[in-house]
């Protein structure tokens, strides 16, 4: 059976840091473009990024407003083991508006960040920033 499973979410304080895993069974990730989604209470799912098989090249979610280091591209970092066939999700810097339920996916798209270009999904890890 071939199943994504998230872990590593939790309540922090604004400023905080969470890593967020996502495992693979029943396939291996190393064939895949792996990515991040989330969604927000009362909002529509987004990308936030997506890493390549090699782990070489990313993509993240333009961030079309505020200061750059406010972005998710300056405090999140993707990275993956496909040795331990686990991609992981570091994230710096939480804002309450990073609260979300957080999805790991893999495809055969990148450097597509939408949905539903993406085959297997994990059930969510629930990411809560507040003080």
């Known amino acids: 059976q071939l199943q994504l499973v998230e872990s590593g979410g939790g309540l922090v304080q604004p400023g905080g840091s969470l890593r967020l895993s996502c495992t693979a069974s029943?396939?291996?990730?190393?064939?895949?473009?792996m990515a991040w989604f989330r969604q927000a209470p009362g909002k529509e799912r987004e990308g936030v990024v997506c890493?390549?098989?090699?782990?070489?090249?990313?993509?993240?979610?333009?961030?079309?407003?505020?200061r750059y280091a406010d972005s998710m591209q300056a405090r999140f970092f993707i990275s993956r083991d496909n040795a331990k066939n686990t991609m992981y999700l570091q994230m710096n810097s939480l804002k309450p508006e990073d609260t979300a339920v957080y999805y790991c996916?893999?495809?055969?798209?990148?450097?597509?960040?939408?949905?539903?270009?993406?085959?297997?999904w994990g059930q969510g890890t629930q990411v809560t920033v507040s003080s």
């Open positions: 890493i390549s098989r090699s782990g070489d090249s990313t993509n993240y979610a333009h961030s079309i407003e505020g």
């Open positions: 029943g396939f291996t990730l190393d064939q895949y473009t």
């Open positions: 996916a893999a495809g055969e798209v990148f450097p597509a960040l939408v949905g539903d270009r993406y085959d297997y």
